[in-house]
Nanobody, 115 residues
């Protein structure tokens, strides 16, 4: 059974930092693209960053230079620096096996950037 469990969200002031962590079980990182997405009410879920099976990383333009995705063993972390109010969203961990129906989501963790 696949499980993705996020942690690390919370309230932070503008300019602050947060580190989100996704603990994955039941999947192999050698077969799945792992990523972080975010969603605000009324908008589509959007990619923040992802780690492909070839080892490359992709970032949304809005977070380039401020976020770093990394993985170790069975966790995928998202380090977010210089946070802005517009980064406020629910952040979701995702595991997808390209060209298959296997696409999994965590339950989400709230990030609020506010003074």
């Amino acid at each position: 059974q696949v499980q993705l469990v996020e942690s690390g969200g919370g309230l932070v002031q503008p300019g602050g930092s947060l580190r989100l962590s996704c603990a994955a079980s039941g999947i192999s990182f050698t077969l799945y693209t792992m990523g972080w997405y975010r969603q605000v009410p009324g908008k589509q879920r959007e990619l923040v960053a992802r780690f492909t099976i070839s080892g490359t990383t992709n970032y949304a333009d809005s977070v380039k230079g401020r976020c770093t995705i990394s993985n170790a063993k069975n966790t995928v972390d998202l380090q977010m620096n210089s946070l802005k109010p517009e980064d406020t969203a629910v952040y979701y961990c995702n595991a997808v096996r390209i060209a298959t129906r296997y696409n999994y989501w965590g339950q989400g963790t709230q990030v609020t950037v506010s003074s």
